[in-house]
């Protein structure tokens, strides 16, 4: 099982994660997207595309950019669809 923590709280968990280029990516109905919040960032792939991000809101601390996602990645990435990924001091293992 992999889980992803943040301010001493999971973000998510699942057994089911995608891993590429060593980071894991979470199915959508593992994560507790009541810690998300939308953020307007996003950021280019050359392989798989545009990413869109989220800010992580915490027992009141604000991890801004730490979740990314495509929406609508490309035809390599398609596995990945919808799917969530974190950085910026999550702790993913």
Known sequence: MTSATWNGVKI???????????????????????????SSTTSRCPWKGVASYYSLEVEGKTNKDAVWYYADPSTAAANIKGYFAFWKGVDVG
């Open 12 to 38: 998510a968990e699942s057994d089911e994660t995608v891993v590429i280029e060593g980071n894991h990516y979470f199915p959508p109905g593992s994560v507790k997207k009541d810690f998300f919040r939308r």
